[in-house]
């Protein structure tokens, strides 16, 4: 993203943030059925992700097309939550989340060694992570840092406003990270895309595709529980944030195996998450080899 269109972006997101939440909501949509009729790369890109995960979709085209205008829509709208957050009383939106599989959470916090929670680009990530940290408890993301700097430097602002900490994809980062844990936090990762182009060829939805080991590394290092963690959108426009059962790293004296057979075990859960809520699965970008 260049300077000019950072500074499209703030105009855009300072108008939104101002909107009542149906009209900004209107507007995203409206701009989101833009970009899914004119996007050169977005669409084909994530047409060609759907169809790998869900492979009925090669020959259904208008289910396949129905999904990814779906997708580009609820994308939108996510986009529209972001931007409303500066402005947001996280507090009043805390009846617009609902949480399942509180049990796994408590099950991880009770062993003391704080909480991995792993996910997918899913959902209104953003807004859920939000009102978790203002009203649950404090969060931390451990993500990439975003170009320009103006841009990740907005993010990070109005994140820490909200009580998120921002962990960068580095090393400094990942130091924080174990710091973060061993103070019994909660740290937030994906691992459906290899953004630092360091991942490890693995089956995704039965097809070999690089992703990060790093969560899993570091839960074998600390002995953190790694917990699955799903969001999506209610048609209501509401929002679930759904645990699973955790996923412990167990040692037998081989790193990478260790990592490996922790990894493939939330790669299935990811699988899960995104085949349940195709439409949901936020991911215009190259995963796969043979991607447009």
Not at 148 to 176: C, M, N, Q
Request: aromatic letters at 10%.
């Amino acid at each position: 993203m260049g300077e000019w269109t950072w500074r499209a972006f703030k105009i855009v997101q300072s108008l939104v943030e101002r909107l009542p939440r149906p009209w900004a909501y209107a507007l995203a949509v409206t701009a989101a059925r833009f970009a899914w009729w004119f996007s050169p790369l977005a669409r084909p890109r994530l047409e060609h992700n759907l169809k790998i995960a869900c492979p009925e979709l090669a020959t259904d085209r208008a289910l396949l097309r129905r999904l990814s205008w779906l997708n580009f829509r609820d994308h939108a709208k996510a986009y529209a939550d972001l931007m409303q957050l500066p402005r947001a009383r996280v507090e009043a939106m805390r009846p617009r989340l609902k949480v399942t599989g509180w049990e796994y959470l408590e099950e991880a916090r009770s062993l003391g060694k704080g909480v991995l929670a792993v996910s997918c680009h899913m959902g209104s990530y953003e807004v859920v992570a939000a009102i978790w940290s203002a009203t649950l408890a404090p969060v931390s993301f451990f993500a990439e840092e975003l170009e320009p700097r103006a841009l990740f430097e907005w993010y990070r602002d109005t994140r820490a406003r909200l009580g998120i900490s921002v962990l960068t994809l580095d090393y400094g980062g990942i130091r924080k990270v174990i710091e973060a844990l061993r103070d019994q936090e909660m740290v937030i990762t994906a691992i459906d895309r290899d953004i630092t182009g360091t991942g490890y060829l693995m089956p995704f939805f039965g097809k070999m595709a690089p992703i990060p080991l790093g969560p899993a590394a570091i839960a074998l290092r600390l002995g953190t529980p790694l917990l699955p963690v799903c969001v999506y959108r209610l048609p209501d426009d509401t929002y679930v944030a759904e645990g699973t059962p955790l996923v412990f790293a167990q040692s037998t004296g081989n790193p990478r195996a260790d990592q490996v057979r922790a990894t493939e075990q939330l790669l299935r859960r990811m699988e899960q998450f995104i085949q349940a809520h195709p439409e949901q699965w936020h991911v215009p970008h190259r995963i796969w080899s043979g991607s447009p």
